[in-house]
């Protein structure tokens, strides 16, 4: 079983430009949430789907959103990177009632 | 904010020493979790606590919860070298955002 999918893995991104995370999870989990991890704060809500067709704002979610078109899939997208948006990015699904959640792998963004 | 604190940030034992994470949180929860977190990976979930239990067990894991004072610990017993790790605590909150809430976490680093 694949879980959680992620990527790319890594990705050096210039200052300005866009990107989109991929994510893809097959446990048919309802929920869905982006998460970034940098050095020292742990990890910081970005955004969150508690299901298909919906979206909510975590901690964290300026300069980022994110679209939720199907149970499997939830995308997040740069529109316009800046520095400081160089993290470790965490995609993650759980089932009904936010109990165990799996996470992806990551994806190591730098923003230079 | 960061709903979960974790004390210490770390830690460092001797193989065959018990660890000892605890974690404090700010508001009223439906449930408490432990994650760990291998260098470099993703989270791996460990165990769940429910707002009305008290304490619980897993191998060689034992988690305890105090609502009163909004805190939590997890205890690893006989640690072992391959326990060396981060661990974060994360709750999910009984209103509002329906997603998990992390500490900063506890470097734990177990020398053999």
Not at chain 1, 14 to 43: I, K, P, V
Not at chain 1, 50 to 73: F, H, I, L, M, Q
Not at chain 1, 75 to 89: E, F, G, I, K
Not at chain 2, 80 to 106: E, I, P
Request: glycine share 8%; net charge positive; proline share 3%.
């Amino acid at each position: 079983t694949a879980g959680i999918t992620q990527a790319p893995t890594s990705q050096i991104l210039a200052a300005g430009r866009s990107m989109t995370l991929r994510c893809t999870q097959d446990m048919r989990h309802n929920a869905m949430y982006w998460y970034r991890q940098d050095l020292g704060l742990g990890l910081r809500l970005i955004h969150y789907s508690n299901t298909a067709g919906t979206t909510g704002k975590g901690e964290v979610p300026d300069g980022y959103s994110v679209s939720r078109a199907n149970t499997d899939d939830f995308p997040l997208t740069l529109a316009s990177a800046v520095p400081s948006q160089t993290s470790v990015y965490f995609c993650a699904s759980s089932g009904t009632g936010v109990t165990e959640a799996f996470f992806g792998q990551g994806t190591r963004l730098t923003v230079v | 904010s960061q709903q979960g604190e974790e004390d210490p940030q770390a830690l460092s034992i001797q193989e065959g020493e018990n660890a000892t994470m605890n974690c404090s949180y700010k508001t009223s929860i439906n449930n408490l979790q432990w994650y760990r977190q291998n260098s470099g990976r993703g989270l791996v979930h460990l165990i769940l606590i429910r707002s009305n239990e008290r304490e619980k067990h897993s191998g060689r894991l034992r988690v305890t919860l105090d609502t009163s004072k909004k805190s939590s610990s997890l205890l690893i017993t006989a640690s072992r070298a391959a326990d060396t790790a981060s661990y974060f605590c994360a709750t999910v909150t009984d209103t509002g955002r329906r997603a998990l809430t992390f500490g900063s976490g506890t470097r734990l680093q177990v020398q053999p």
